[in-house]
């Protein structure tokens, strides 16, 4: 079981990331990853920038404790996941998951399972920058929603 968290302010490569995940395992037959980048509108608003802030340690173990909720739930061999923090603009990566499986039906499962679960749970703070000012970003009920088709209730929005 290989897994790694990254909690960063660079950018990052899926290409990379992937090569780098699968290296040398030959039981790998598919890979799933998912890409969050940010858009220039939220809640009918434009966006011109956001920042992102988290709790150095305690963000990268509550990710490292989804990711071994993935590997309980799901036939996965790794997961890779990378937030980024610190200003960002539209069309900039902020995160990234990916997960080998032998078969796609786990590794989409276990994909959209730890997006989802990092979307409610993981321990970040968003601010958005709109023409009228900043403001905090809350997870959203259709987020928690997400989440509870895997039988977690969260009660963020």
Request: charged content about 25%; overall charge negative; glycine content about 6%.
């Amino acid at each position: 079981m290989t897994s790694k968290v990254s909690i960063q302010t660079g950018d990052f490569n899926l290409a990379t990331e992937i090569d780098a995940l699968r290296a040398g395992d030959k039981r790998v037959g598919a890979v799933c990853s998912f890409i969050g980048t940010v858009r220039d509108r939220n809640d009918g608003n434009a966006i011109s920038a956001m920042e992102l802030e988290h709790y150095p340690g305690m963000t990268e173990k509550a990710i490292e404790a989804m990711i071994d909720e993935a590997h309980r739930r799901f036939d996965i061999y790794a997961a890779r996941v990378i937030h980024r923090v610190g200003l960002l603009l539209p069309l900039d990566q902020i995160v990234m998951v990916a997960v080998t499986s032998s078969h796609r039906g786990q590794s989409f499962q276990a994909c959209e399972f730890l997006m989802d679960y990092l979307k409610t749970q993981a321990p970040f703070w968003k601010k958005e920058q709109t023409p009228e000012g900043a403001r905090w970003v809350d997870a959203r009920v259709s987020d928690d929603a997400a989440l509870a088709k895997w039988g977690i209730r969260a009660s963020n929005a």
